[in-house]
C-alpha cells in the first residue's frame, strides 16, 4: 500500500506561472515532509521540508502547503523558470533525524519558455 | 566539497556474477542508506544504516546485502544479480532530517 501518493506523474506549466505540485499522504504518524528535486543524470537534491506543527514554509520561490487534516502537501513555485523542470518527490517520515524516508512516485515538471 | 560518491556510475554485467557497488560520504554522516529508483515506482529504500555496524532492511531488500564496518563507507552488495536488479540505485547519507544523495549507478543485468 502506498502511503506517500503523486498522483500527477506529469504536469506542463509555461514559464513565469505558477507550479503547483501536489501530494498525499495516508500515515497519521508522519510528522516531517521533505520535496526532492531530480535532474537527469543526477542524484535527487533536497529543496524544502515542513513539520507538522506548520501550514506553510517559504523559502525563495519555493512554498509548501500542509493541510494535515486532509493529509495532503504541496509545492508551489513562483515564478516557474525553464531550469525548475525536473522530477519532483514528495517524501515523509515520523521523525525529525536519522530515520527513513518514504517517497512518492513523482512528478516530472516541464517549464515551458 | 560534501559530498556522497559511487562507483561505478555505470556497470553492465550478466546474472550470478558478484558484484559490489561502493558509497561514501565525506560528511561525518550517521545515517546512510541505499534507494533504487524504476520508471513508475519511484524510490525505494533497499537497506539503511543508523551508525557503525548496525542495518536494517528497507522496503525492497531481497538480493541485496551490504555492510557498515565505517562511518564513511556503505557498500551495497549483489551476491547473485538478476535481470530485475536492472535500476539506477542511489546511496544517501544525513545527520538530521534531510538525506544528501549520491550521483546515482545505473547497473543493467543481462
Known amino acids: 500500500d502506498q502511503q506517500v501518493k503523486q498522483n500527477s506523474p506529469s504536469l506542463s506549466v509555461q514559464e513565469g506561472r505558477i507550479s503547483i505540485l501536489n501530494c498525499d499522504y495516508t500515515?497519521?504518524?508522519?510528522?516531517?515532509f521533505l520535496w526532492y528535486k531530480k535532474y537527469p543524470a543526477e542524484g535527487p537534491t533536497f529543496l524544502i521540508s515542513?513539520?507538522?506543527?506548520?501550514d506553510k514554509n517559504e523559502d525563495g520561490r519555493f512554498t509548501v502547503f500542509l493541510n494535515k487534516s486532509a493529509k495532503h502537501l504541496s509545492l508551489h513555485i513562483v515564478p516557474s523558470q525553464p531550469g525548475d523542470s525536473a522530477v519532483y518527490f514528495c517524501a515523509a517520515t515520523p521523525n525529525s533525524g536519522n530515520t527513513p524516508l518514504v517517497f512518492g512516485k513523482g512528478t516530472r515538471l516541464s517549464v515551458i519558455a | 566539497e560534501a559530498q556522497v560518491t559511487q562507483n561505478p556510475r555505470y556497470l553492465i554485467t550478466v546474472t550470478g556474477k558478484k558484484l559490489t557497488v561502493t558509497c561514501s560520504q565525506n560528511m561525518n554522516h550517521e545515517y546512510m542508506s541505499w534507494y533504487r529508483q524504476d520508471p513508475g515506482l519511484g524510490l525505494r529504500q533497499i537497506y539503511y544504516?543508523?551508525?557503525?555496524?548496525?542495518?536494517d532492511k528497507g522496503d525492497v531488500p531481497e538480493g541485496y546485502k551490504v555492510s557498515r564496518k565505517e562511518k564513511r563507507n556503505f557498500p551495497l552488495i549483489l551476491e547473485s544479480p538478476s535481470p530485475n536488479q536492472t535500476s539506477l540505485y542511489f546511496c544517501a547519507s544525513s545527520s538530521g532530517l534531510a538525506q544528501f544523495f549520491g550521483p546515482g549507478t545505473r547497473l543493467t543485468v543481462l
Open positions: 500515515n497519521s504518524m508522519f510528522d516531517y
Open positions: 544504516s543508523m551508525n557503525v555496524e548496525v542495518t
Open positions: 515542513i513539520s507538522s506543527i506548520k
